[in-house]
């Protein structure tokens, strides 16, 4: 559908648009905040954590690319995307209901293989539906109310099993070690990655091809070879915007894989001086964590919305600099942290910066790429967290002994560089300038 054709939605529309977002986000959050404590249940060493996460930055890397050139090429009667929408939504709650019944290391982490697949089917086609339902005004609202969405899933995601303590003690546990809030926790995950997906579907379709663009998709044949064929002239052709951002996500994604990884095993030895998995004081740290967890995803929620008359105004480059900023200077004092209430203040600034990453690049990226290609380049987009989140996973365990003293609070240290660093690299992106201001009149 092209821009001049496009009908404006409503702000309520942009938000049942998204509320698919919410339960997909869930699915992260619940990854995010247990599945390192759910391998250290299984018995899992510190060292090799960062190989047993290699299941996210893989799939993102095989599935993503491949989706996006496809959805680019799909024409169904159910749409462009929605087809991906559904199956990976499906995918996904299977994967979530079986995690907590892991009877062993080999089966949790091949679950989150099957899991991430799932998750990566969904995500890329969501944000290029996302940019192809709105006017380029209108994207910023779009990009920052799914920020807003994965904000306040993720705070749910990290909360629940801690609110599910009001009904069943936190000592109780499964046969496999993992505690049954955890497990009540998933199930609860695997209910709202399928029907919020549906909702946002049923309420907010996609909208019909025009015969110009029927014709071209029909000119396209939907082939593994096309596909291939397709990314890489995408890749070819790459705009100069995206090429600049490379360096920026691939600071603040590798700093920000490795803070899920490590938290809660930082936060036990300097809260609890313990690094016992199997102890009451790690369990201790893993909902101290949780609930700091959820604490930052709830700022990341309301940050991301006030974000949105702030990125109009400023642009998202100069924006995204400052919450990277913000969050790099958190990483670095939550090492020194010797009481909860320390660590939950330090969650503004993770929080602030986790609303940035989910949102302004996402307003860059749009701002930078041909709209007849949203598919594709939001899938090779992809790519830029990925990547970084392979290479973190491949250098860990390289390092961490010899240069981080096989201390988890090091790591965190090492984030925190990074994030400024990936500040600095922001500004260097040519997108993501200011809204003019006869555009910010027409989105409001």
Not at 332 to 347: R, S
Not at 405 to 418: E, F, I, Q, S, T
Request: charged share 10%; aromatic share 10%.
């Amino acid at each position: 559908m092209t821009i001049a054709t496009k009908p404006r939605l409503s702000l309520p529309r942009i938000i049942e648009m998204n509320i698919g977002f919410f339960g997909l986000q869930f699915s992260f959050g619940l990854q995010q905040a247990n599945m390192g404590p759910i391998y250290g249940f299984l018995g899992a060493e510190e060292a090799t954590m960062p190989l047993l996460w290699l299941a996210g930055p893989m799939t993102g890397l095989i599935v993503q690319p491949i989706i996006g050139a496809m959805s680019d090429r799909t024409s169904s009667r159910l749409g462009r995307r929605t087809p991906y929408f559904l199956i990976g939504a499906i995918i996904c709650s299977i994967s979530l209901f079986l995690m907590p019944y892991s009877s062993a290391l080999w089966m949790a982490a091949s679950l989150l293989w099957i899991l991430d697949a799932g998750n990566n089917i969904t995500m890329e086609p969501y944000r290029a539906y996302v940019a192809d339902r709105l006017v380029p005004e209108q994207r910023s609202i779009g990009f920052l109310t799914q920020s807003a969405f994965t904000g306040l899933a993720q705070t749910l995601s990290y909360l629940a099993p801690t609110l599910l303590t009001s009904f069943v003690a936190r000592d109780v546990l499964d046969d496999n070690g993992i505690p049954v809030v955890v497990r009540i926790a998933f199930i609860i995950g695997a209910i709202l990655s399928i029907s919020t997906i549906v909702w946002s579907v049923w309420r907010v379709p996609e909208l019909p091809l025009t015969e110009e663009e029927q014709a071209e998709l029909e000119a396209k044949p939907l082939t593994p070879g096309a596909t291939l064929v397709e990314i890489g002239s995408a890749i070819r052709a790459m705009p100069r915007a995206m090429r600049q951002l490379s360096l920026a996500m691939l600071c603040q994604w590798y700093a920000m894989f490795a803070y899920w990884q490590y938290i809660t095993f930082a936060v036990g030895r300097s809260l609890y001086d313990t690094s016992d998995p199997s102890s009451a004081a790690f369990r201790d740290a893993t909902l101290t964590t949780q609930q700091a967890g959820a604490l930052y995803n709830f700022i990341a929620f309301l940050a991301a919305l006030a974000l949105i008359p702030v990125v109009r105004k400023l642009g998202a480059r100069s924006v995204h600099a400052f919450c990277l900023t913000a969050s790099g200077i958190a990483m670095l004092l939550i090492p020194g942290v010797d009481t909860p209430a320390m660590l939950f203040a330090l969650m503004l600034g993770i929080g602030i910066g986790w609303a940035g990453m989910m949102g302004n690049t996402y307003v860059m990226l749009a701002d930078a790429i041909p709209p007849q290609r949203n598919g594709i380049y939001m899938g090779i987009f992809n790519m830029f967290i990925v990547i970084p989140m392979l290479i973190q996973t491949l250098t860990m365990p390289l390092f961490y002994e010899p240069l981080l003293g096989g201390d988890p609070r090091n790591v965190l240290l090492l984030g925190g560089a990074l994030m400024i660093l990936g500040a600095v690299a922001t500004m260097f992106v040519d997108a993501g300038r200011p809204v003019p201001k006869v555009m910010q009149a027409r989105a409001g």
